[in-house]
């Protein structure tokens, strides 16, 4: 296939409540939507998942819309492209982006499947109809706050609560849900909040019976991690620290990590996130798909990869309605009882709802080959 036009969308959409998180508060959010057409008119729908601000990694949507437009675009128009495999090397001389290079990588599998007349799920080698999904809680006001705001979750059937932590919010927070909570499959993500001279307090979280606790130490660790998990009995779940393939083989080897979050943005792609699926299959690594506050056509993405048989953890992809008023897709994305049906139309299987997007878009930037 040739790519002959993109189109990008700067959006700026509200969240319905804040999301707190040891590194910043999210509301606002502004991110980029990128359309790709090919020779035939197919088109594919890519979503940035970088933020405002370089907190959770250094990218930003500014810095991705200087790459994608900068570098990426000249790269792919009017380029003959076999597979969507092709996509991240065609991207390799160019180092890190990952967010902007996913993005683009990501509309062109949707295009890929859409020609091919298979669902994105089927593209990438998914199998399952229904995916099971938890919900990741912000930081609250209080420990009570924290109860309601679980409780009221469980209500709406999701089975898998993720909360937030910080030092100063951790160890009695955890202990006061617990209690509350006694069988509720609960896990922490420390957003890289903690040094190995917080082994002593993450040692105390051993009694909660917490599926894993995510990303604890810093961002680009994998050595501390390996340390800590040696003293801590909660498994170790690494996010920030996997970039990459090869990031997840050391990781692993090293034993830093016992279960693999994978987010398709953080990691430059389906490709590579397919990669690191496998691998981890392959050495008894479950792994579990992690979310980045998406709009609906990023949300869609990580449904479609969630398909495949080694994503055996509930993943972090909430329905539309938890996040947004009204979302950029139709329908929308509805998690049911913690499960979310995997769409079985063409690509990602949801339709842009333009009426929508078109109300949240500051800018539109057209390329042509
Ligand atoms: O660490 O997984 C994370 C949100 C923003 C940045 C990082 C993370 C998160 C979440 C929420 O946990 C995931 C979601 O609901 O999309
Ligand atoms: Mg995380």
Same mark, same amino acid.
């Given at each position: 296939?040739?790519?002959?036009?993109?189109?990008?969308?700067?959006?700026?959409? *509200?969240?319905?409540?804040?999301?707190?998180?040891?590194?910043?508060?999210? @509301?606002?959010?502004?991110?980029?939507?990128?359309?790709?057409?090919?020779?035939?008119?197919?088109?594919?729908?890519?979503?940035?998942?970088?933020?405002?601000?370089?907190?959770?990694?250094?990218? *930003?949507?500014?810095?991705?819309?200087?790459?994608?437009?900068?570098?990426?675009?000249?790269?792919?128009?009017?380029?003959?492209?076999?597979?969507?495999?092709?996509?991240?090397?065609?991207?390799?001389?160019?180092?890190?982006?990952?967010?902007?290079?996913?993005?683009?990588?990501?509309?062109?599998?949707?295009?890929?499947?859409?020609?091919?007349?298979?669902?994105?799920?089927?593209?990438?080698?998914?199998?399952?109809?229904?995916?099971?999904?938890?919900?990741?809680?912000?930081?609250?006001?209080?420990?009570?706050?924290?109860?309601?705001?679980?409780?009221?979750?469980?209500?709406?059937?999701?089975?898998?609560?993720?909360?937030?932590?910080?030092?100063?919010?951790?160890?009695?927070?955890?202990?006061?849900?617990?209690?509350?909570?006694?069988?509720?499959?609960?896990?922490?993500?420390?957003?890289?909040?903690?040094?190995?001279?917080?082994?002593?307090?993450?040692? @105390?979280?051993?009694?909660?019976?917490?599926?894993?606790?995510? @990303?604890?130490?810093?961002?680009?660790?994998?050595?501390?991690?390996?340390?800590?998990?040696?003293?801590?009995?909660?498994?170790?779940?690494?996010?920030?620290?996997?970039?990459?393939?090869?990031?997840?083989?050391?990781?692993?080897?090293?034993?830093?990590? @016992?279960?693999?979050?994978?987010?398709?943005?953080?990691?430059?792609?389906?490709?590579?996130?397919?990669?690191?699926?496998?691998?981890?299959?392959?050495?008894?690594?479950?792994?579990?798909?992690?979310?980045?506050?998406?709009?609906?056509?990023?949300?869609?993405?990580?449904?479609?990869?969630?398909?495949?048989?080694?994503?055996?953890?509930?993943?972090?992809?909430?329905?539309?309605?938890?996040?947004?008023?009204?979302?950029?897709?139709?329908?929308?994305?509805?998690?049911?009882?913690?499960?979310?049906?995997?769409?079985?139309?063409?690509?990602?299987?949801?339709?842009?709802?333009?009426?929508?997007?078109?109300?949240? *878009?500051?800018?539109?930037?057209?390329?042509?080959?």
């Amino acid at each position: 296939m040739l790519i002959k036009e993109v189109n990008i969308r700067k959006m700026k959409m *509200t969240m319905k409540s804040p999301f707190a998180t040891s590194f910043g508060t999210f @509301q606002d959010k502004e991110f980029l939507l990128l359309e790709v057409t090919d020779e035939l008119g197919n088109t594919g729908w890519g979503e940035s998942t970088a933020f405002h601000s370089p907190w959770y990694t250094e990218e *930003t949507f500014e810095t991705n819309l200087h790459i994608i437009r900068d570098f990426l675009i000249p790269l792919l128009l009017n380029k003959e492209i076999h597979h969507p495999d092709k996509v991240s090397e065609i991207f390799s001389p160019l180092r890190k982006n990952n967010m902007a290079k996913a993005a683009v990588e990501g509309a062109i599998w949707d295009l890929y499947a859409k020609r091919k007349k298979l669902t994105l799920a089927e593209a990438l080698g998914g199998t399952a109809e229904k995916i099971e999904v938890g919900i990741s809680i912000g930081i609250q006001q209080s420990k009570e706050q924290l109860i309601e705001v679980v409780r009221g979750y469980i209500a709406e059937g999701y089975k898998r609560m993720k909360v937030k932590i910080k030092p100063g919010y951790d160890v009695e927070v955890i202990r006061s849900l617990r209690e509350a909570f006694p069988t509720v499959p609960l896990m922490a993500d420390a957003n890289s909040a903690y040094t190995l001279n917080d082994i002593g307090l993450l040692k @105390q979280l051993d009694e909660f019976n917490l599926m894993m606790i995510e @990303q604890p130490l810093a961002s680009d660790d994998i050595v501390d991690h390996a340390k800590l998990q040696k003293a801590i009995k909660t498994p170790v779940c690494l996010d920030e620290s996997i970039t990459s393939f090869e990031d997840a083989r050391k990781a692993i080897e090293l034993g830093s990590t @016992q279960i693999i979050n994978v987010k398709i943005g953080r990691v430059g792609g389906l490709t590579e996130s397919k990669k690191i699926h496998d691998y981890c299959m392959e050495k008894g690594i479950p792994v579990w798909c992690g979310g980045m506050l998406e709009a609906g056509i990023g949300r869609a993405h990580n449904v479609a990869l969630t398909t495949l048989p080694n994503f055996t953890l509930p993943g972090d992809t909430a329905s539309s309605s938890r996040y947004w008023e009204e979302d950029v897709i139709t329908p929308e994305v509805v998690a049911e009882d913690g499960f979310i049906t995997v769409p079985t139309g063409y690509g990602i299987g949801y339709e842009p709802n333009f009426e929508v997007m078109d109300r949240y *878009t500051v800018e539109k930037i057209h390329f042509k080959a």
